[in-house]
T-cell receptor, first 114, second 113 residues
Framework: DAGVTQSPTHLIKTRGQQVTLRCSPK?????VSWYQQALGQGPQFIFQ???????QRGNFPDRFSGHQFPNYSSELNVNALLLGDSALYLC?????????????FGPGTRLTVT | QKEVEQDPGPLSVPEGAIVSLNCTYS??????FMWYRQYSRKGPELLMY????GNKEDGRFTAQVDKSSKYISLFIRDSQPSDSATYLCAMSDGPSSASKIIFGSGTRLSIRP
């Protein structure tokens, strides 16, 4: 059973550019959350997708947007990149109906903005 | 003030020692408490999941929650070099996947052989 997968592994972009990161959830999971983890910090919640809609959002600007597809995979888009957007972007999927908020994380995409 | 505070370390202990990792929090609505382990260049991996106050044991790991003090701990017995990683505490106010999870900044742990 494949766990959460993310692509690409690494990415280098220039300030002002746009980027799209991709995530496939663990088999059977229908909820996908995205987190930003700066160096030396814990993950910060960006937003969560469920049934192809954004269900919750953290304190991130509108430059951060997302999408969830019918097969539950998800994309994170960041427009007008800033140097401060350099971080590890983590995707996590959740198992529904267990009464437990257990999130399973992918390996992340490391984004460098120059 | 951050909702969740965690000493970043680094913490270095000899193999076989008992390790104590701690977090404090300010939001009394938090009911569900988690510990994640994150190896270098990997995503976090869930280690322990607990509800409300009390202790939970799983092998060499014990999670402890004191809601009256807003303080949670993770103890690692008979520590091994393979336990060297960053440990993140996390908490949420609800059990379902719809509840937001708030993470601490992580404590970097090194176990010396």
């Amino acid at each position: 059973d494949a766990g959460v997968t993310q692509s690409p592994t690494h990415l280098i972009k220039t300030r002002g550019q746009q980027v799209t990161l991709r995530c496939s959830p663990k088999s059977g999971h229908d909820t996908v959350s995205w987190y930003q983890q700066a160096l030396g910090q814990g993950p910060q919640f960006i937003f969560q997708y469920y049934e192809e809609e954004e269900r919750q959002r953290g304190n991130f600007p509108d430059r951060f947007s997302g999408h969830q597809f019918p097969n539950y995979s998800s994309e994170l888009n960041v427009n007008a990149l800033l140097l401060g957007d350099s971080a590890l972007y983590l995707c996590a999927s959740s198992l529904p109906g267990t009464g437990k908020n257990e999130q399973y994380f992918g390996p992340g995409t490391r984004l460098t903005v120059t | 003030q951050k909702e969740v505070e965690q000493d970043p370390g680094p913490l270095s202990v000899p193999e076989g020692a008992i390790v104590s990792l701690n977090c404090t929090y300010s939001n009394s609505a938090f009911q569900y408490f988690m510990w994640y382990r994150q190896y270098s260049r990997k995503g976090p991996e869930l280690l322990m999941y607990t509800y409300s106050s009390g202790n939970k044991e799983d092998g060499r790991f014990t999670a402890q929650v004191d809601k009256s003090s807003k303080y949670i701990s993770l103890f690692i017995r008979d520590s091994q070099p393979s336990d060297s990683a960053t440990y993140l505490c996390a908490m949420s106010d609800g059990p379902s996947s719809a509840s937001k999870i708030i993470f601490g900044s992580g404590t970097r742990l090194s176990i010396r052989p």
